[in-house]
């Protein structure tokens, strides 16, 4: 069984400038979270989708991030204009079915912002 | 909002020593109790997942308990080895909400 697939692995950008990152998850979760890895830090929930719909995005600073799942598979996380403190790893994580199942991490993309 | 705590944040044991690793929550309708494994530069690594009914969950070497009533998951690793160098991280999903939140996660060195 495949994993959670992430990319980029690495990268580096100016502030102020924009990035994506893109997540694939294992084929047939229903769930899927993005968390903000700082280092020294357990991950931080930015959003979690449920198919293709937003179940939790509390912790996502909308005035520069924003996610979405088309067609409830692949998703992809922007930060528009990025800042010094995005510097992170990003984690992509699936599960079956919501947090009462197990979930599976991707590698997770290191972003460093100059 | 589910807060969740491991104390210590790091530490350090001889090969061979037996690890105890702990992790607190403050809403006990939980879900489960999921351990999970982090190695540096790398994603997370699932070890073990408790079911909110049960009290333990055991995979080879490792072995963890759960007491909800008091809000608490112990994570037991017997006779370590260096290859169990990491962070260990625990997340309690609260039943309503169903929100995966992790602790801030117990870095362990095993040295030889």
């Known amino acids: 069984e495949a994993g959670v697939a992430q990319s980029p692995r690495y990268k580096i950008i100016e502030k102020r400038q924009s990035v994506a990152f893109w997540c694939n998850p294992i084929s047939g979760h229903a769930t899927l979270y993005w968390y903000q890895q700082i280092l020294g830090q357990g991950p931080k929930l930015l959003i979690q989708f449920q198919n293709n719909g937003v179940v939790d995005d509390s912790q996502l600073p909308k005035d520069r991030f924003s996610a979405e799942r088309l067609k409830g598979v692949d998703s992809t996380l922007k930060i528009q204009p990025a800042k010094l403190e995005d510097s992170a790893v990003y984690l992509c994580?699936?599960?079956?079915?919501?947090?009462?199942?197990?979930?599976?991490f991707g590698q997770g993309t290191r972003l460093t912002v100059v | 909002k589910q807060e969740v705590t491991q104390i210590p944040a790091a530490l350090s044991v001889p090969e061979g020593e037996n690890l105890v690793l702990n992790c607190s929550f403050t809403d006990s309708a939980i879900y489960n109790l999921q351990w999970f494994r982090q190695d540096p530069g790398k994603g997370l690594t699932s070890l073990l997942l408790i079911q909110s009914s049960q009290r333990e969950q055991t995979s080879g070497r490792l072995n963890a308990s759960l007491d909800k009533s008091s809000g608490r998951s112990t994570l037991y690793i017997a006779a370590s080895q260096p290859g169990d160098s990491a962070t260990y991280l625990c997340?309690?999903?609260?039943?309503?909400?169903?929100?995966?939140?992790f602790g801030g996660g117990t870095r362990v060195l095993v040295k030889p």
């Open positions: 994580a699936s599960s079956l079915y919501g947090a009462n199942t197990e979930a599976f």
């Open positions: 997340a309690a999903p609260k039943a309503a909400g169903n929100k995966l939140t």
